[in-house]
């Protein structure tokens, strides 16, 4: 008997909905030159509503997933991050972003999705305000025991960083909460924005020139896709493409963590005044730059990961540079 594969997060997501949900969508999508919403965005929240209404569900609790859904499913990529890494890039979220919120427009996809641990992970995708014309940045977290968080938005202005961008959509979030947001009301502002900044930074990593992703070998055997499957999907294992990203760098900290450990288990040494530092480590962090001409389509944001750093350790502790995969 052939090995059953293990359904992902966004597919046990998907059955929420009945099967009509996405023909629904699909008519929906139809209104787009008419309402003229952002390339960027799959489908706006409020299609996304609006079908929820139709199938019997609550708009205004099912509306984000019903579009976050629908515009995974077109693609359907899948970016698992390797444990260690994503415990060093979530350490350096406290670190002031200032990046360019334009960077975001170089996620690969309108929407993947981004699995961080092995029970949980979340989408990131584009929405359009038809209200306002307001582009947001939306990222909506699921969990294997089925648990749903309201999504975490980021507003998409020219002018802002990704640090503004952050604190603008978690001030919007809080005002827009609701009687059936009750939980939402009642958290300190800044567990969200932490939360917000913990998840933006594998959107970033994504977005890095250096980032460091293969296709996974084992859907890879499965993976067949189409121009035909993205305009009429079957949600099927065969439509998943799914990527590791920074396996390799993973066992690089894995080595790092521990040499360090096998450091603190040695014999104390003593640092006197005017002596170099006890070791420690400088966390990773964010560097950015623009190449090309101003006011032409040749300029592009680079985004770099710098690794984190081992200092006054013993050599060959720290992590390596890392080239992008093509």
Same mark, same amino acid.
């Given at each position: 008997m052939a090995k059953k594969l293990n359904e992902p997060l966004p597919f046990k997501a998907? =059955?929420? &909905?009945?099967? =009509?949900?996405w023909g629904l969508c699909d008519k929906c999508v139809e209104l787009k030159q008419q309402m003229g919403w952002n390339d960027c965005c799959i489908l706006p929240i409020a299609g996304g509503m609006a079908v929820a209404g139709e199938i019997g569900m609550n708009p205004a609790g099912d509306g984000y997933k019903v579009a976050a859904l629908y515009a995974w499913r077109r693609y359907k990529e899948i970016y698992s991050f390797?444990?260690?890494l994503a415990e060093m890039l979530e350490a350096q979220a406290? @670190?002031?972003m200032d990046i360019p919120i334009e960077i975001l427009f170089q996620l690969p996809y309108p929407c993947v999705f981004i699995q961080? %641990?092995?029970?949980?992970?979340? &989408?990131?995708?584009f929405e359009h305000d038809v209200n306002n014309s307001q582009v947001e940045f939306r990222m909506w977290m699921i969990t294997e025991s089925g648990d749903v968080n309201l999504p975490l938005i980021l507003h998409i202005e020219k002018q802002y960083t @990704?640090?503004?961008? @952050?604190? =603008?959509?978690v001030e919007?979030?809080?005002? %827009?909460?609701?009687?059936?947001h009750d939980f939402l009301i009642g958290q300190m502002l800044d567990d969200i924005k932490q939360r917000a900044a913990e998840l933006i930074q594998y959107v970033l990593y994504i977005c890095a020139d250096n980032s460091q992703r293969e296709e996974n070998p084992e859907q890879k055997k499965f993976t067949r896709r189409t121009d035909e499957s993205e305009k009429k999907p079957k949600d099927v294992f065969r439509e998943i493409r799914k990527?590791? @990203?920074?396996? %390799?760098?993973?066992?690089?900290? %894995?080595r790092m963590k521990a040499d360090r450990h096998d450091q603190s288990e040695a014999p104390a040494r003593t640092y006197? =005044?005017?002596s170099k530092k006890a070791p420690h480590a400088r966390r990773g962090h964010w560097h950015h730059y623009w190449i090309g001409k101003h006011e032409t389509d040749e300029r592009k944001l680079i985004l770099k990961w710098v690794a984190p750093i081992f200092i006054n350790g013993d050599e060959g502790d720290n992590i390596a540079t890392i080239h992008p995969v093509k």
């Open positions: 998907l =059955k929420q &909905f009945p099967e =009509k949900t390797d444990h260690d406290d @670190v002031e961080h %641990r092995s029970d949980a992970g979340f &989408f990131a995708h @990704v640090s503004e961008a @952050v604190d =603008k959509g919007e979030a809080m005002k %827009r909460s609701t009687p059936d990527w590791d @990203v920074g396996f %390799r760098i993973g066992s690089q900290i %894995r006197q =005044k005017g």
